[in-house]
């Protein structure tokens, strides 16, 4: 079988094998202040990968999806693959906030809205926000520069005002349902990111990963802390190892990550996906 490489991102690797579809295969490569470290992680892959799937499930009655299959993967893909359609991306990234944090917070600290939207005055970082709001930004290459905040107007006219309203309600629809799910076991959904893509039929779905710890902001409730910045219980640990190395300027290459720094990260990643899921991680 002939496998194409599409696209290497710095955590995921795009393939195609088939017309119309694509294998997203997930490594187990972590990603700190934008720089991959050379240490994997073992399995962070594939807790990803199952934990996307699982949310996919839950929200499919919301918005239709890009999955064909997990199990019709290579070999080597096992459990860390999923055939996808293949579909045209939109280029804006759909995030939904729930909860004050990252770049929501600077953009509120600074002009009180996020995106254009208006949000009352007096909240904290960390503060639970009184409406979820649509926060999309720009779809950026790393190597061109960061995302950029959109108000909703520019996203009206870069796409047009139907597929813009779309991809709003679609959004925030999606987050209300994710955000209620998390919070019956004690998750706090701060903020995700969503893509979406086209169909060749034009049908628009949802694609990429959805709901892991790279692409969303969870909070353990009983972490919660209004007020400071919050604790991603499992991301935030090996940034705050690199960052307390005090010996790393942040730029490439980074440093080897010591063996029990990975497995403490590695116990953090299925805890996270065991208490979302309920299931347990073998
Ligand atoms: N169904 C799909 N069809 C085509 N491209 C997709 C699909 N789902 C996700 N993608 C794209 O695959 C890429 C995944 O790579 P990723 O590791 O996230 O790197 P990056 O976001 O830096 O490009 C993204 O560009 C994403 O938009
Ligand atoms: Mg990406």
Redesign the pocket.
């Known amino acids: 079988m002939l496998v194409e490489l599409l696209?290497q991102?710095?955590?995921?690797?795009?393939y195609s094998d088939r017309p119309g579809e694509?294998i997203?295969v997930a490594s187990d490569r972590v990603s700190v202040y934008d720089v991959v470290l050379p240490t994997p992680v073992p399995d962070k892959g594939k807790l990803l990968t199952a934990l996307s799937l699982w949310w996919f499930d839950q929200l499919a009655d919301v918005t239709p999806n890009?999955v064909i299959s997990a199990d019709d993967v290579p070999d080597e893909g096992a459990g860390r693959a999923v055939r996808?359609?293949?579909?045209?991306?939109v280029q804006v990234e759909c995030i939904a906030r729930g909860y004050l944090a990252g770049l929501g917070w600077d953009s509120y600290r600074e002009t009180g809205r996020i995106s254009g939207v208006r949000i009352p005055p007096g909240l904290v970082e960390g503060d639970r926000l009184p409406e979820h709001v649509f926060t999309p930004t720009t779809?950026t290459?790393?190597e061109d520069g960061h995302d950029e905040p959109m108000i909703f107007d520019e996203v009206a006219s870069e796409v047009g005002s139907e597929l813009a309203d779309a991809l709003r309600s679609k959004t925030l629809a999606l987050f209300a349902k994710a955000s209620e799910i998390s919070a019956q076991r004690d998750v706090l959904l701060a903020d995700t990111k969503f893509?979406f893509?086209t169909t060749p039929d034009g049908d628009l779905v949802l694609?990429?990963?959805i709901l892991t710890s790279d692409s969303s902001r969870f909070w353990r409730v009983e972490d919660w802390k209004p007020g400071q910045r919050q604790i991603s219980f499992d991301k935030q640990y090996v940034r705050d190892w690199a960052r307390d190395l005090g010996t790393w300027d942040k730029t490439p290459p980074g440093p080897e990550i010591p063996e029990d720094v990975v497995a403490e990260t590695r116990r953090r990643y299925v805890s996270m996906y065991e208490r979302i899921t309920g299931l347990r991680w073998e």
Request: a negative charge.
């Open positions: 696209h991102g710095k955590v995921r690797d795009v694509v997203l890009h996808c359609r293949q579909v045209d991306i779809k290459a790393p893509e893509g694609a990429d990963e």
